[in-house]
Nanobody, 118 residues
């Protein structure tokens, strides 16, 4: 079982920057995909960025060029660096861990609120 704990959310002005962290603990397998999702009030949860155990990354078009997903394997921690933030980035950001090979698992963190407003 994997536990995920997000941190780093809060209030930031438009154009500002913020870094989110997701600390993972438990049975971390060598083959995995981790990612950041977000959900705004009244909207569906959407994918923000993914990073695979091999190092490949993917981004939603809405954040490409502004957000960077990364990891620190020694600390079992994933990060999301967010720059040039916009009001439409306001959402609860949620950490996710998946294993594409057996045994298949899918875990979610509790989420951290990011509010972009002046």
């Amino acid at each position: 079982q994997v536990q995920l704990v997000e941190s780093g959310g809060g209030l930031v002005q438009p154009g500002g920057s913020m870094r989110l962290s997701c600390a993972a603990s438990g049975s971390i397998f060598s083959i995995y995909v981790m990612g950041w999702y977000r959900q705004a009030p009244g909207k569906q949860r959407e994918l923000v960025a993914l990073i695979a155990s091999g190092g490949n990354t993917n981004y939603a078009d809405s954040v490409k060029g502004r957000f960077t997903i990364s990891r620190d394997n020694a600390k079992n921690t994933m990060y999301l660096q967010m720059n040039s933030l916009k009001p439409e980035d306001t959402a609860v950001y949620i950490c996710n861990y998946q294993r594409p090979l057996p045994p298949h698992v899918n875990y979610w963190g509790q989420g951290t609120q990011v509010t972009v407003s002046s």
